[in-house]
């Protein structure tokens, strides 16, 4: 699946006119959540999603004449009953949404220069390496209205990307903080300027360790659904650019038991475990236990999870944490081909990511 990031590059070097709509509140039964993100070009074609149904043809109804006006605007949807029937929702709820327009203009929302380019450019380099960093927009005008804004990016180590001059130094020293630690858009004050602060948060990514039947499935089906993919297996045969082409990186190892080399696991990581072999799928499970991970799953049956955990039991690792592993893995869905294997696996971490 091709980031939203890439998409706005396209059209800006394409001098395409067209809005980014990003939720950024939510409440009550909402399709998507905050942060969430639509493209939405002047003849109506869109890219990603906000969650179909009326509301989404509202709001690019909303978008298509921010474009028209050239502006920028906050605004806020109820999701009242005929909204609901639309979306075929039980329960209603607020969205607020943020609608930034691009247009090529001597006067334009955003000014589609080189500066702004390489905002995106840098976008797009930090979700290839996890970076971490913070959009930032000044408000031109008023947040209660129609208004313009200028852009920046800022670094996890403070460097800043594009037009910094309109961004105070108070303002990134807050920012630097720690203060905005969510994942939403949020309006922040300073003296008399407003400011969007947009976190930008590394995808959650998959570690699959096998690059086997499974694996290959699922790399692919991780990929579709905006998931990050980082393959590693002892056999360059199968762990290849030519397999796996939209992963972040593929790994060929000689020994699994330097399996977490180079690697950085944190609480956006998900372990799924699918080597060729019991002895490599234990190595691979005693070093994933030691590890932040949000999610570590194993393939095989009931008869091998016993076998090795006995045996990890025996290196001192307790009962409560073999607790937290998946295995066998994946949804129960009666799956018996890879790429049925592959939707189980994935229906489960969707499902542990929503609960986290």
Sequence with gaps: MEPLHKQILKCLRQEEVFAVVTIMTHNGSTPRTSGSKMIVL???TIYGTIGGGLVEA???DAS???????????????????????????????LTVLIETFVQSSDNTINLNSALESVFNALIAMEKTGEKGFIVSKIKGFSKSEFTTDKCLIHHDGAITGNSLSIPKPVIETIQSGRFAGCSPVIYNHKLGEYIIEPVLPRDTIYIFGAGHVGFQLAKIADFTGFQVVI???????????????ARAVRVINNFNNAFDTLTINENSYIVILTRGHL?????????????????????????????????????ISDKTLDN???????????????????SIISQIIKTRAEK
């Design 280 to 316: 490599y799928d234990q190595t691979v499970l005693g070093l994933s236990l030691k590890t932040k991970a949000a999610y570590i799953g194993m393939i095989g049956s009931d008869g091998k999870r016993k076998q090795i955990y006995a045996h990890l039991k025996k290196k001192g």
């Design 232 to 246: 590693t297996d002892d056999r360059k045969e199968f762990a290849n650019r030519q397999r796996f082409p939209h």
């Design 42 to 44: 002047n003849d109506r």
């Design 58 to 60: 509202l709001i690019i």
């Design 325 to 343: 592993v998946y295995s066998p893995i994946g949804i129960e869905i009666h799956s018996e081909t890879p790429a049925e294997i592959a939707v």
């Design 64 to 94: 298509l004449d921010m474009i028209f006006k050239k502006k920028c605007q906050i605004k806020e949807f109820t999701l009242n009953k005929k909204l609901k029937d639309g979306l075929d929702m039980v329960c209603g709820g607020d």
